[in-house]
């Protein structure tokens, strides 16, 4: 049972109906380690890309895309290592882009040889500009190009049935193309591919570029979802870009709207402004009662070792994750997180006023939620003595200590930490 209260409000004036809300979470798949890694300033060496595959299976992806081996000497050679080595877990399934070559699909089967299960995900243009502007061709074109290249993945992974063989495809710039021309461009893939409820296929519809609000990409999506062939047969993917800030918010209703699954990095990272930020994704279904199947569990070491591995730091303020997202300076949200961790009883629903989250479950410590500066009050300064020290002190001397703190914090123009306001403390009423 969660501690989280699903909130969807029913009883908003002249409305007769709950508002939706996602009922359970899509399937994950991780692209840290190649859309994530294709736009880094320094690309992760196959050693590094060990190290990320790893917490991505201790966090519980069950499909991570690894790499573009045809692309790629080094992802080829993190493939064959992950292969060889025996590092993917039986339940894992790892994903290779390629592009529909037929040159580029025949290398990255071979690199593949010798695996269980795995996802070949190819992608073609659809979108007029790359039609036109990139491709010099037309819709007949690059239909074509759809189907020749589904044909050469067909005729590839038949050389090795020893493999379980998933069958990805995606139209780039799908929240670009006509729709009526993105479901004859599926609809002629999977009648190629020729899925079955049993083997079912992945259409991945991608925001390459996110070019509009969110209810719009969602938009497209239900079409898609109420309108290809074989759907019982297919799981509908999406993969939001970040360009307009508000990919989470365009996967949460797309997810609504019909999608099965959802490609995204940790913390956004991606092209340009990132892919969809997983771990926001999980931890606000975490938030609404739902678990995501996902352990962010110790927050902390994830951002550390992302960090590490992109070499791109996380922004402070970056939802669950930042170093600053639990702390409260200001005197009247420490006074109201102090009154609300005060009534709170061990199995009550999570009700701590400006915490959307116990920063406990993320493995952080209750000390950085109320840090002190010359903005703070006696509430925060109450708050850190008493749970740091054990002082529970009298209000009307958490009023006067108050004013001996900011008074320090405003000479000295810095925040002052629970050690501090102790020898605060102490000089003022402890010693003799
Ligand atoms: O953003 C995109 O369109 C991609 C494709 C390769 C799926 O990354
Ligand atoms: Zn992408």
New binding site residues.
Partial sequence: ESKYRRFAPIDLPNRQWPAKVIEHPPIWMS?DLR?GNQALIDPMSVETKLTFFKALVNMGFKEIEVGFPSASQTDYDFVRRLIDEGHIPADVTIEV?TQARKELIDRTVESLQGVHRAIV?M?NPTAPDFREIVYRTDKAGVKAMAEQGTRWVQEAVQRFPDTEWVYQY?P???SGTELDFAKEVVDAVSAIWQPTPAHKMII?L???VEMATPNVYADQIEWMHRHIDRRESIIISV?P?NDRGTAVAAAELAVMAGADRV?GCLFGNG?RTG?VDLVTLALNLYTQGIHPGLDFSQIDQVRQLVEQCNKIPVHPRHPYAGELVFTAFSGSHQDAIKKGFAARQADDMWNVPYLPIDPMDLGRSYESVVRVNSQSGKGGIAFLLAQEYGLDIPRRLQIEFSRIVQRHTETTGKEANSQVIFELFEQEYLAD
């Fill in positions: 692209t859309d882009l995900h992608y995606s780039e710039v799908f991945n991608p925001a390459t993969h870009h490609e092209e892919n």
